[in-house]
């Protein structure tokens, strides 16, 4: 039986998923993607883990798409691999508890596209990241083009899209798409301590902040502070809001529950 293609290591209430495809870059495989949705799904019910990261072994992120599946034979109507990595992105991003991205090193196409789609990403100073779509006469399909000139300033992400440069992450840094930038040996400690500091607040609370967030970007101003001021009172008749501010009142640190 082969090796698992999807590590998993839950630390309190944060758990990595490590992508393990070392042999190919940890590119997108039919097999990969689907050990992600299906785990993502498994911790999306369970309310003991706050926090996910999202890594890849030995050395790299992601790859992209396994290319080797995209010159597979296809039933008609059958899911492609892109199809596939779609879905695996659209949960990502949609996911209603916090997603980090630990980039440990190479992070091309579409493990960029997995990469802008969590909510908040560190890299190694080692780190190179790129669309790379266009080195191969693809046309990016999980957001390349659609998403990254919305984090990114448009110049710099036209030259991404259109050269097929991978840069440092210490350049997508200074244009705030990476949080941080750090030493190898400090990548998980530092994402640790952030993980463990997100896992203590209200996890309702964070999930709405979080989906009103995310859909702002395609509201106008003010139908962005409605859909704020709902989830808002939807909190304010939450357990975890009554807790948060009896907690502040008695001067003691609060134990959010969830709900």
Not at 155 to 178: C, E, N, R, W
Request: glycine fraction near 8%; aromatic fraction near 6%.
């Amino acid at each position: 039986m082969g090796q698992d293609v999807l590590l998993t290591e839950q630390d309190n209430a944060l758990i990595w998923l490590t992508m393990n495809r070392s042999h190919a870059m940890n590119s997108l495989s039919f097999d990969l993607v689907d050990a992600m949705l299906s785990k993502l799904a498994e911790i999306e019910r369970d309310d003991s883990i706050r926090v996910v990261v999202i890594s890849g072994i030995n050395g790299a992120f992601c790859a992209g798409a396994d290319l080797k599946t995209m010159l597979n034979d296809y039933a008609p109507g059958e899911p492609d691999i892109l199809d596939r990595i779609v879905d695996l992105l659209t949960v990502v991003r949609s996911f209603p508890k916090p997603i980090i991205a630990a980039v440990n090193g190479l992070a091309l196409a579409g493990g960029m596209e997995l990469m802008m789609c969590c909510d908040l990403i560190y890299a190694t100073d080692t780190a190179k990241i790129g669309d790379a779509h266009a080195n191969y006469g693809i046309v990016p399909g999980g957001g390349g083009a659609a998403i990254m000139p919305r984090l990114l300033p448009l110049p710099i992400a036209k030259h991404l899209l259109f050269t097929g440069d991978f840069v440092p992450a210490s350049m997508l840094a200074q244009y705030g798409l990476i949080n941080e930038v750090v030493t190898e040996d400090q990548l998980r400690p530092t994402i640790t301590t952030v993980a463990n500091r997100i896992a203590e607040k209200s996890p309702i609370g964070i999930a709405r902040t979080k989906r009103v967030a995310n859909e702002s970007l395609d509201k106008s101003v003010a139908d962005s502070l409605r859909d704020e001021r709902l989830a808002s009172r939807d909190q304010f008749r939450s357990y975890d809001y009554n807790e948060g501010i009896h907690a502040f009142l008695e001067k003691r640190k609060p134990v959010f529950k969830g709900y």
